[in-house]
């Protein structure tokens, strides 16, 4: 079988395809991936073969800007108000409108764009049999119709764009019609044109969506999904000597993520309050912080070690908690190491705030991730974990949750139930007769 994978050229997205198309090639099929310029160099530390178009497209504000990309916060509001949103439903708009369908208008242009039609153009010539793509990159669907093959979506979080198509469906009315369609739709339509292509479902949300999500917590129930166990994977990396040693104390990690790092600027407001809140414990601390999310900190303490980054595949085993920002792939790699977890999170609405011009322009996010409300909710109802927040908790009320998460028993119980769940489902190399079904045009597994 001739599989050809879809991503977007950020490591967020890129890596996390990275097992799916090793488990894949370690089968005898064949693979190849198509990313944008300046996204190939992950690919290929995974042993893929990777393929670009074009010239690299800044991922910057600025440039953002330049096209009119940016979110509009009044059409955000003027739809959450047509569609008469409760507070959950609120937040996954906010979400959606954004952020993916911000990223959706940016990688589909409506104008020709060597990087992105070069993309369908091979798929023409190399004729996949299967094409894969990551949820975030809805030419994936663009690319497998114009080639004639089979094609799968890969979730790497909450289905916003399941759940916003089912939204315009089940609750669009004139006061929506008459602000438009689906944002994401406009903007795969005219890609889709340019190659004769019509949108439609299939072509959206793929004919199957591989759901490494706990099934209770999807946003979208009307979809095919085979269900897959999410492999932390981040690329390949030299180890650092420390890591090696058994730690003295306990050591715990704290990650905030690495896609805030590129847009936000001035500090995370986050990192103060947890360094004073493990400031004196008798643990060791390994922070993956840049020299910006420190910037409004004070100083670190003496049992932080600050190191920009390290793999948590490896890093986590070696840690009894971890702290961190609730987005959904740091949350596969904790669940996987069977540790507790304390996420960082807040009640406030997702709300981007703009500033300045030009080159300068910034832009202040909520302090919460996208993924934070499913993680959270996965991990105290399991008993593996606690959420806090810093806006509204002191540093000692997070310092006591913390010795707590690191002393009581039952978390650890909790935290080695997430991780049996987790083994529980089937692996990339599992899944591979229910996609090759998918290819053949039949059905297996998928539910």
């Not at 999170?345 to 996010?365: C, K, L």
């Amino acid at each position: 079988m001739r599989v050809l994978f879809a991503t977007i050229p950020h490591p967020t997205h890129s890596l996390q395809i990275v097992p799916y198309a090793q488990a894949l090639q370690n089968a005898g099929h064949e693979v190849c991936v198509v990313t944008g310029p300046g996204g190939e160099g992950d690919l290929l530390s995974g042993g893929l073969a990777a393929v670009s178009f074009g010239e690299p497209v800044p991922l910057s504000l600025a440039n953002w800007k330049k096209h009119g990309l940016l979110p509009s916060q009044e059409m955000r509001e003027r739809f959450a108000d047509a569609f008469d949103l409760d507070p959950v439903d609120r937040d996954h708009w906010d979400v959606f409108y954004q952020y993916y369908s911000l990223n959706a208008r940016f990688f589909l242009p409506r104008e020709h764009r060597a990087d992105i039609d070069g993309m369908v153009e091979f798929a023409k010539v190399w004729k996949p049999d299967l094409v894969l793509w990551e949820s975030w990159f809805p030419l994936g669907g663009v690319i497998a119709r114009a080639c004639g093959a089979a094609h799968a979506r890969v979730l790497l979080g909450p289905d916003y764009l399941g759940w916003s198509v089912e939204l315009f469906r089940e609750r669009g009315n004139a006061a929506v019609a008459a602000l438009g369609g689906n944002p994401v739709v406009e903007a795969v339509a005219p890609v889709a044109e340019r190659h004769g292509l019509r949108v439609d479902d299939d072509l959206l949300l793929g004919q199957v969506t591989i759901d490494p999500l706990p099934e209770e917590l999807r946003l979208s129930r009307r979809l095919t999904t085979l269900p897959v166990r999410g492999i932390p994977y981040h690329g390949g990396h030299v180890l650092p000597e420390w890591l090696h040693r058994r730690p003295e104390r306990p050591r715990i990690a704290v990650s905030l993520g690495l896609s805030v790092r590129l847009w936000q600027t001035g500090g995370d407001t986050r990192v103060p309050k947890i360094m004073e809140a493990v400031e004196g414990l008798d643990v060791e601390v390994v922070a993956t912080l840049s020299e910006n999310q420190l910037a409004s900190t004070p100083r670190v303490p003496d049992n932080v070690r600050v190191v920009e980054f390290v793999p948590l595949s490896h890093l986590l085993p070696t840690c009894t908690a971890i702290v961190y920002h609730g987005a959904g792939g740091t949350f596969r790699a904790a669940q996987a190491a069977g540790i507790p977890q304390m996420i960082i999170d807040t009640e406030e609405p997702h709300r981007q705030i703009f500033s300045g011009e030009g080159d300068d322009i910034r832009v202040s996010n909520a302090d919460r991730h996208q993924d934070s409300w499913f993680c959270s909710k996965y991990i105290t109802e399991r008993g593996a974990g606690v959420r806090m927040n810093h806006q509204k908790q002191s540093a000692e009320e997070i310092r006591a949750e913390l010795v707590r998460l690191l002393e009581d028993p039952a978390y650890r119980k909790g935290a080695a139930t997430l991780r049996d769940e987790w083994l529980a489902k089937p692996s990339p190399a599992e899944i591979i007769p229910d996609l090759a079904a998918l290819a053949d045009g039949g059905e297996r597994g998928g539910r």
